[in-house]
């Protein structure tokens, strides 16, 4: 193909979700590729990311997912110091726009980053609100559940983690939220937004052997796993308990 004679040691898959799986798994058996990098969502299907995953482990490739506020610094501090200003968390609300499979995985891996690894997760009705485009849903961690809300105006782009705590309550907030919010709350404002430049740049550091990848690819097929089953309309209102993530067991499965 032409990927094989072009030998490129990076590859960035940016097409249409439900090409991702295929093209993935063929960019992982070029000998001279390294890593690759996928736009978000991983795949339309759990099935299908844990085969990408299988594939790229199999083969010695690094997997990226282009969640890209993962590898944002500003979310690396703040996602574990965030109960210093908190204290013990009581509740936790995500806004979001612009449609489920569009902002729900970047929602999903911020939840991961900040939260832990999710047990459940649960559909709710929401009157008012086209629940196709935006969803309403909770999600279960160990220590709190996360109410995620949508916000669906006209035009509006809205992403926004709000934790109120025993101390004091905090939100990250980015783009333009017409939401009223409490005056009580310590507003964080966003990092620069450079975060395809900090992906990139991990990437690098990672085939260098200078760096660790901050993700696996569990949290992308955790991710894909959320998303199908909100995906099911006939799942509303019906709680799913989440499988781990057994990547070594993914692993297995190919050979």
């Not at 030998?7 to 058996?29: G, L």
């Not at 085969?51 to 574990?80: E, I, Y």
């Given at each position: 193909?032409?990927?094989?004679?072009?030998?490129?040691?990076?590859?960035?898959?940016?097409?249409?979700?439900?090409?991702?799986?295929?093209?993935?798994?063929?960019?992982?058996?070029?000998?001279a590729?390294?890593?690759?990098?996928?736009?978000?969502?991983?795949?339309?299907?759990?099935?299908?990311?844990?085969?990408m995953?299988?594939?790229?482990?199999?083969?010695?490739?690094?997997?990226?997912?282009?969640?890209?506020?993962?590898?944002?610094?500003?979310?690396?501090?703040?996602?574990?110091?965030?109960q210093?200003?908190?204290?013990?968390p009581?509740?936790?609300?995500?806004?979001?726009?612009?449609?489920?499979?569009?902002?729900?995985?970047?929602l999903?891996?911020?939840?991961?980053?900040?939260?832990?690894?999710?047990?459940?997760?649960?559909?709710?009705?929401?009157?008012?609100?086209?629940?196709?485009?935006n969803?309403?849903?909770?999600?279960?961690?160990?220590?709190?559940?996360?109410?995620?809300?949508?916000?669906?105006?006209?035009?509006?782009?809205?992403?926004?983690?709000?934790?109120?705590?025993?101390?004091?309550?905090?939100?990250?907030?980015?783009?333009?939220?017409?939401?009223?919010?409490?005056?009580?709350?310590?507003?964080?404002?966003?990092?620069?937004?450079?975060?395809?430049?900090?992906?990139?740049?991990?990437?690098?550091?990672c085939?260098?052997?200078k760096?660790?990848?901050?993700?696996?690819?569990?949290?992308?097929?955790?991710a894909?796993q959320?998303?199908?089953?909100?995906?099911?309309?006939?799942?509303?209102?019906?709680?799913?308990?989440?499988k781990?993530?057994?990547?070594?067991?993914?692993?297995?499965?190919?050979?």
């Amino acid at each position: 193909t032409r990927l094989t004679k072009s030998r490129p040691h990076i590859i960035i898959v940016a097409t249409p979700p439900e090409t991702h799986a295929e093209i993935v798994m063929e960019a992982a058996d070029i000998p001279a590729v390294k890593a690759i990098v996928c736009e978000k969502p991983m795949a339309l299907s759990v099935e299908a990311a844990e085969k990408m995953v299988a594939r790229c482990q199999r083969k010695g490739k690094l997997l990226f997912v282009n969640h890209n506020r993962h590898f944002d610094p500003f979310h690396q501090k703040w996602s574990t110091m965030w109960q210093t200003i908190t204290g013990p968390p009581q509740a936790a609300v995500f806004y979001y726009s612009r449609g489920l499979w569009n902002t729900g995985p970047h929602l999903l891996d911020l939840a991961f980053m900040y939260f832990g690894i999710p047990q459940w997760v649960t559909n709710e009705l929401v009157f008012g609100v086209n629940e196709q485009l935006n969803p309403a849903f909770r999600i279960g961690f160990d220590d709190l559940v996360l109410h995620v809300v949508p916000y669906n105006e006209a035009g509006a782009y809205v992403f926004e983690l709000v934790i109120r705590g025993t101390q004091k309550n905090l939100v990250f907030c980015e783009g333009c939220n017409k939401l009223r919010l409490a005056q009580e709350l310590v507003v964080v404002e966003e990092s620069d937004g450079d975060n395809l430049r900090n992906m990139l740049r991990h990437v690098v550091s990672c085939i260098e052997g200078k760096d660790k990848p901050v993700s696996t690819g569990a949290e992308a097929v955790r991710a894909v796993q959320i998303l199908e089953h909100l995906d099911n309309s006939e799942a509303t209102c019906r709680r799913l308990c989440l499988k781990s993530v057994d990547l070594e067991k993914i692993e297995k499965s190919e050979r």
